[in-house]
C-alpha cells in the first residue's frame, strides 16, 4: 500500500464548478498535512497547509480526519486557472514529508 | 520566489557518466529535501537532511546515488554511472518549521 494514496483523475469539469479531491494515508503518526499545486513542467508550490479544524483560503477549503486518515480539497467556483495538478503532502513523525501521485483537473470554459 | 535555487535547470548526459547536482536553499531552511519526479508522477522521495546531518536515504536509491550538505548550507546529488532510467527531474526543497519550498529542478536526460 502507498503510504500517500490519491485519486490520479483527471477531473475535467466546467468554469464554475465546484471539485474535490481526496487523499489517504497509511501511517497513523502522521503530523502536519499540505495540499502544493503543480503546473506542467514546474516545481510543486504549496497551496495550503491542513489543519486539524479544517481551514480555508478563498475558494479552497481543506478537511482533515485523523481517525479515517483522510484529507480532502475542495475548490469553488473554479476557474481556467485552477487547471494543474494537485499533491496531497504528508509530513510522517520525524520529518520526512511525502507525495501523493497527484490528481490533474482541467477546467474548462 | 522560494529562495531554493537549482543548478543547472537542464542536463543531458551520456550513459555512464557521472552527474553532479547543487541546490542552494536560505539560510532559515534547516531542512533540506531531494525529490526525483517522472511525468504523471508525483514527486519520490530520494533523501533529507537536517542541517548537515543526512537523516534518510530512500531503500530505492541505488549505491549510485550520493548525496551532501556540507555545513548544512548548500546540497549537492551526485549520480555516477547513469543510466536511461535516471532520467527524470531532481527537486530540491528547503523547509522551514513545516512547510516546504521547492526549487526549479533540475532536468536530467540520459542518452
Not at chain 2, 539560510?27 to 546531518?53: D, K
Not at chain 2, 527524470?88 to 528547503?94: E, H, S
Amino acid at each position: 500500500r502507498k503510504e500517500v494514496e490519491q485519486d490520479p483523475g483527471p477531473f475535467n469539469v466546467p468554469e464554475g464548478a465546484t471539485v474535490a479531491f481526496n487523499c489517504t494515508y497509511s501511517n497513523s503518526a502522521s503530523q502536519s498535512f499540505f495540499w502544493y499545486r503543480q503546473d506542467c513542467r514546474k516545481e510543486p508550490k504549496l497551496l495550503m497547509s491542513v489543519y486539524s479544524s479544517g481551514n480555508e483560503d478563498g475558494r479552497f477549503t481543506a478537511q482533515l480526519n485523523r481517525a479515517s486518515q483522510y484529507i480532502s480539497l475542495l475548490i469553488r467556483d473554479s476557474k481556467l486557472s485552477d487547471s494543474a495538478t494537485y499533491l496531497c503532502v504528508v509530513n510522517l513523525q520525524g520529518g520526512k514529508l511525502i507525495f501523493g501521485q497527484g490528481t490533474e483537473l482541467s477546467v474548462k470554459p | 520566489d522560494t529562495g531554493v535555487s537549482q543548478d543547472p535547470r537542464h542536463k543531458i548526459t551520456k550513459r555512464g557518466q557521472n552527474v553532479t547536482f547543487r541546490c542552494d536553499p536560505i539560510s532559515e531552511h534547516n531542512r533540506l529535501y531531494w525529490y526525483r519526479q517522472t511525468l504523471g508522477q508525483g514527486p519520490e522521495f530520494l533523501t533529507y537532511f537536517q542541517n548537515e546531518a543526512q537523516l534518510e536515504k530512500s531503500r530505492l536509491l541505488s549505491d549510485r546515488f550520493s548525496a551532501e550538505r556540507p555545513k548544512g548550507s548548500f546540497s549537492t546529488l551526485e549520480i555516477q554511472r547513469t543510466e536511461q532510467g535516471d532520467s527524470a527531474m531532481y527537486l530540491c526543497a528547503g523547509q522551514v518549521n513545516t512547510e516546504a519550498f521547492f526549487g526549479q529542478g533540475t532536468r536530467l536526460t540520459v542518452v
